[in-house]
């Protein structure tokens, strides 16, 4: 299996429009470089992988930022559909998702996190995530993180002991418009360690 369909390192100002990845260990690693950042990743459409369907780090710290529109990933049994993973150094501000479905056969669909020093803002809108436990689940990423118009769906009826939204760590959460569908086991809001605002 290839370790990856693209994978960049240190990039800072890149269009990557359209194009499908499958069967990869990650269909799609960014390692962003740059306070001042502009990655954009639209209309792709990632399949099968074992690791990560789009992989988000930073290059170095406090690196930012990165847009990702119209994507569509069904990662594997062992896959994130969309990772970001909680490094004190390596960690990216200033991220905007929209229009975008992201899908597991794995217990967790999207994970992203950032540094627990303050970090810039994230956003999510009109994002679809599906997994067998907890499709979205957002830690320690600082600053401020909006959603708006999410749908998590739970595959399976979902994983007793996982909730369908989990978030904890310090930082400021909006969530304007979340919807659960497919549950039938587990729970559905998992709040507990956040430490900040949840609006």
């Given at each position: 299996?290839?370790?990856?369909?693209?994978?960049?390192?240190?990039?800072?100002?890149?269009?990557?429009?359209?194009?499908?990845?499958?069967?990869?260990?990650t269909?799609?690693?960014?390692g962003?470089?740059?306070?001042?950042?502009?990655?954009?990743?639209?209309?792709?459409?990632?399949?099968?992988?074992?690791?990560?369907?789009?992989?988000?780090q930073?290059?170095?710290?406090?690196?930012?930022?990165?847009?990702?529109?119209?994507?569509?990933?069904?990662?594997?049994?062992?896959?994130?559909?969309?990772?970001?993973?909680?490094?004190?150094?390596?960690?990216?501000?200033e991220?905007?998702?929209?229009?975008?479905?992201?899908?597991t056969?794995?217990?967790?669909?999207?994970?992203?996190?950032?540094?627990?020093?303050?970090?810039?803002?994230?956003?999510?809108?009109?994002?679809?995530?599906?997994?067998?436990?907890?499709?979205?689940?957002?830690?320690?990423f600082?600053?401020?993180?909006?959603i708006?118009?999410?749908?998590?769906?739970?595959?399976?009826?979902?994983?007793?002991?996982?909730?369908?939204?989990?978030?904890?760590?310090?930082?400021?959460?909006i969530?304007?418009?979340?919807?659960?569908?497919?549950?039938?086991?587990?729970?559905?809001?998992?709040?507990?360690?956040?430490?900040?605002?949840?609006v």
């Amino acid at each position: 299996m290839p370790k990856a369909g693209i994978s960049i390192n240190g990039v800072r100002n890149t269009t990557i429009s359209g194009g499908a990845f499958s069967d990869n260990v990650t269909d799609l690693y960014l390692g962003i470089r740059g306070t001042g950042a502009n990655v954009i990743v639209e209309g792709v459409e990632c399949n099968g992988a074992s690791r990560a369907g789009i992989w988000l780090q930073g290059s170095a710290a406090n690196v930012g930022g990165a847009t990702i529109t119209g994507a569509r990933v069904n990662a594997g049994e062992t896959a994130r559909a969309l990772y970001s993973p909680n490094d004190e150094i390596h960690y990216v501000n200033e991220v905007r998702i929209s229009d975008c479905d992201f899908a597991t056969r794995y217990l967790t669909a999207v994970e992203v996190s950032a540094s627990p020093t303050p970090a810039a803002n994230w956003s999510f809108s009109n994002v679809t995530c599906t997994a067998r436990g907890t499709p979205f689940q957002a830690y320690q990423f600082g600053g401020q993180m909006t959603i708006k118009g999410m749908r998590l769906v739970l595959s399976d009826g979902g994983t007793e002991g996982y909730s369908a939204f989990r978030c904890y760590g310090a930082g400021a959460m909006i969530v304007d418009g979340l919807m659960i569908a497919g549950q039938t086991v587990g729970t559905t809001l998992d709040t507990r360690r956040f430490v900040g605002s949840l609006v």
